[in-house]
């Protein structure tokens, strides 16, 4: 794990670090933050289910935030233990309606025969969108009793993002004894930073100015966490590339992330063009596409050993398929379930070799 460490242009002297105040009480922070989580996501909530109780099906999908009267036409699936279904219109002659559901977007799909809202159906990430039909990525099976079932599929909020935040945050309230702990008390300023003697700086890339060389020479002094600040335009992703590539050099690995999508690409875009070896990680529905080449996702896919997994996919599939299949004789009692957990057991083994690829690629 790189070294890191906190920086405050108020305190911060090039001697050492100075503690103004003892913090606030760990429990009070991370209670008040999961609140605040559970508030945002509970307006968010009852925003979205206004909406759909005041308008009828064809209303929300006039609206672009709801697609009706749609059939699987596909079943895939995808890194990381996604389920990617792919959706029409029953009547395959017609088109997707225009729709704000576009690539990245979190919804839900629900029977149309049963209640829509919130609290039920499969939550999914849009992956794919095209004229004639959507694919969205879910993390378990659409399951469904029905014969010949058509679904409904809505702008939803994204309460998987949410989650992770929330586990996030009882995972650093609770840690005891540990380097998360100890972080977490740096960041909440109940103990000060560690920093090591500064190292003389060979820099990589030969354009790099005083100020810059001097935050990534700093950077690397610290045993806990840095901050680097500047207001835009003074070369802050250029030194973060540089940063980057001096503790590569070390041997290190490095996980960068950021508050948007859209600054990890950035991110990866400059170390790409400085010849390193990045992966992206993430749902590639939300990469730049000129980029998804690089994600992990995509990595995996093409690997050779994902040959097997992909001939295990399509055995999944098929007894999938003999579980849905209408007949005019009704099964035996548990034919359907049997064979759906024969799908899961075999999709389980081909997640198995899927980690190990994964493993050996980052």
């Keep these: 794990m790189p070294k890191t460490c906190v920086f405050q242009e108020s305190s911060?002297?090039?001697?050492?670090?100075?503690v103004n105040n003892p913090g606030i009480p760990v429990n009070e922070h991370f209670q008040r933050l999961l609140s605040l989580l559970d508030l945002e996501a509970e307006a968010e909530k009852q925003a979205l289910l206004e909406d759909l109780q005041r308008r009828s099906p064809v209303s929300a999908e006039?609206?672009?935030?709801?697609?009706?009267?749609?059939?699987?036409?596909?079943?895939?699936?995808?890194?990381?233990?996604?389920?990617?279904?792919?959706?029409?219109?029953?009547?395959?002659?017609?088109?997707?309606?225009w729709t704000r559901l576009g690539s990245g977007a979190p919804v839900v799909l629900s029977e149309e025969n049963q209640v829509n809202g919130s609290e039920g159906g499969w939550r999914g990430v849009v992956t794919r969108l095209s004229k004639d039909n959507i694919q969205v990525a879910f993390s378990e099976w659409p399951e469904t009793e029905s014969e010949?079932?058509?679904?409904r599929l809505d702008r939803s909020s994204d309460e998987i993002s949410r989650q992770r935040q929330r586990?996030?945050?009882?995972?650093?309230?609770?840690?005891?004894?540990?380097?998360?702990?100890?972080l977490r008390d740096v960041l909440l300023n109940k103990r000060p930073p560690v920093f090591q003697p500064r190292i003389n700086l060979t820099p990589l890339d030969e354009?790099?100015?005083?100020?810059?060389?001097?935050?990534?020479?700093?950077?690397?002094?610290?045993?806990?966490?840095?901050?680097?600040?500047?207001?835009?335009?003074?070369?802050?992703?250029?030194?973060?590339?540089?940063?980057?590539?001096?503790?590569?050099?070390?041997?290190?690995?490095?996980?960068?992330?950021?508050?948007?999508?859209?600054?990890?690409?950035?991110?990866?875009e400059k170390l790409l063009a400085k010849g390193e070896n990045a992966i992206r990680l993430g749902h590639p529905a939300r990469v730049l596409p000129e980029l998804r080449q690089h994600t992990l996702d995509l990595l995996v896919e093409n690997h050779p050993d994902m040959k097997v997994v992909q001939r295990l996919m399509r055995e999944a599939r098929a007894l999938r398929g003999q579980a849905s299949k209408f007949t005019r004789a009704r099964?035996?009692?548990?034919?359907?379930?049997?064979?759906?957990?024969?799908?899961?057991?075999?999709?389980?083994?081909?997640?198995?070799?899927?980690?190990?690829v994964v493993e050996r690629l980052l």
């Design 148 to 151: 010949r079932p058509t679904f």
């Design 331 to 356: 099964p035996e009692p548990g034919r359907r379930r049997a064979l759906r957990e024969e799908a899961k057991q075999i999709i389980s083994d081909g997640r198995r070799i899927e980690d190990r």
């Design 12 to 18: 911060y002297r090039g001697k050492g670090w100075q």
């Design 167 to 182: 586990q996030a945050l009882e995972k650093a309230k609770s840690a005891t004894g540990s380097r998360l702990g100890e």
């Design 62 to 97: 006039d609206s672009g935030a709801a697609m009706i009267n749609l059939v699987i036409r596909d079943e895939s699936a995808g890194l990381g233990g996604r389920i990617l279904i792919t959706l029409g219109k029953r009547n395959q002659v017609l088109p997707l309606p």
């Design 207 to 268: 354009n790099m100015n005083e100020s810059q060389l001097e935050a990534v020479s700093f950077a690397l002094s610290a045993d806990d966490f840095a901050i680097i600040h500047g207001p835009p335009g003074t070369g802050k992703t250029t030194t973060l590339v540089e940063l980057i590539r001096q503790i590569v050099r070390q041997g290190q690995r490095v996980l960068a992330v950021a508050p948007s999508n859209i600054a990890v690409d950035n991110l990866l």
